[in-house]
């Protein structure tokens, strides 16, 4: 799969002001012009480029900071997870989203005593609290408003463990690093435009590597009731591309289970279905609780399989950031034109889990 700056010499050339990230990729000649995707058939405008430029920056410094040494890999319901927390809410304030967590706060801070059956042996999570950050952007319709669409990500990852080639942090930059950064890029870029009629919950759970404990505490402490929910889309791992589908492309797990998948590609968004469906991923992200329950919930990913998962080695070093900018940036539209619309995503026959 090639990086961004070989498909898109007009990118390149707004982006090489930004030396730092571009500095070594050279720009290839343009391929015929049918095969360019629409977006590089027409030039992008100024604005465009302004988007995609700050995208890049602003989403390559939330994953910087998210998986540098210094966060630890974010260990489930550590302290490690609650400052990642802290930064998360910290972007969302800056951004004007209102908090919707306990106490007017952007934290739900739950102890995982409450979460954990005791036989299930779990002696060292005893006395642990981990952490969701909620947010929400209210719609401005006076009735539309009151329905919601929830973008996801996973706070947390492994934090320090055994030793891989004596590096014992497992940074978590593609997971879930990346997907904080796509919930975070989309509360910055839908609240600076004009309010979208529906409203829009920003929530990153704790506890997702563990057992989804901060995913299942926000179903009993949701903002909105769940029934108001339109979609849920979970962010995960879209840092890296993945070869199994065309370029510059991100897939939906259990896409063939709702139209929210064909119609967000009907509006724009490079989303096709989960080249690997005998990994099930469906059930193994936090999308799958609120699929349950019967809210349309899919997650969004360009996982490749690759051999970095779960190990220290999944770094920032590994991130292909001109692609997670790109995937960010794709979805931006649809996503807004289905905070705008009346569109209710259905299951397809017999597809609702
Ligand atoms: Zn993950």
């Known amino acids: 799969m090639k990086p961004w700056s070989a498909i898109f010499p007009l990118l390149l050339v707004a982006l090489c002001s930004a030396p730092q990230v571009f500095s070594e990729a050279a720009p290839r000649a343009p391929r015929r012009e049918s095969s360019l995707p629409a977006i590089a058939r027409h030039p992008k405008t100024s604005a465009q480029i302004a988007q995609t430029k700050a995208i890049l920056s602003s989403a390559r410094r939330h994953v910087e900071v998210l998986a540098s040494d210094r966060a630890r890999g974010r260990g489930s319901a550590t302290d490690d997870e609650f400052a990642a927390a802290r930064y998360a809410a910290a972007q969302l304030k800056r951004y004007g989203i209102q908090p919707a967590g306990q106490n007017h706060t952007y934290f739900q801070r739950i102890p995982l005593d409450s979460m954990i059956r005791p036989q299930r042996g779990r002696a060292f999570y005893r006395g642990k609290t981990t952490t969701n950050v909620v947010g929400v952007l209210r719609g401005s319709d006076p009735k539309a408003r009151h329905q919601a669409i929830l973008l996801t990500a996973h706070l947390d990852h492994l934090g320090v463990g055994p030793a891989v080639n004596g590096d014992t942090i497992y940074n978590g930059a593609d997971d879930d690093a990346s997907g904080i950064a796509a919930v975070l890029e989309l509360a910055r870029v839908l609240s600076l435009g004009p309010r979208p009629r529906r409203s829009v919950v920003f929530a990153l759970f704790g506890s997702e590597e563990i057992g989804g404990y901060g995913a299942t505490y926000f179903r009993s402490h949701s903002p909105f009731p769940l029934s108001s929910f339109i979609a849920n889309l979970q962010f995960e791992m879209i840092g890296r591309p993945d070869a199994a589908v065309a370029p ?106």
């Not at 064909?262 to 990994?279: F, K, N, Q, W, Y």
């Not at 609120?290 to 969004?300: M, N, S």
């Open 248 to 353: 510059r492309t991100l897939w939906l797990t259990g896409y063939e289970r709702s139209n929210l998948g064909s119609t967000l590609a009907a509006h724009g968004a490079r989303l096709v279905a989960d080249p690997h469906p005998e990994e099930d991923f469906f059930r193994r992200s936090d999308n799958y609780g609120f699929a349950k329950r019967g809210l349309i919930a899919h997650t969004v990913s360009s996982y490749s399989l690759h051999q970095d998962y779960h190990r220290p080695s999944d770094d920032v070093a590994h991130l292909d950031f001109v692609h997670l900018a790109g995937a960010i940036q794709s979805l931006i539209q649809p996503i807004r034109w289905l905070c705008n619309s009346n569109f209710k995503p259905q299951w397809h026959p017999g597809q609702r889990p």
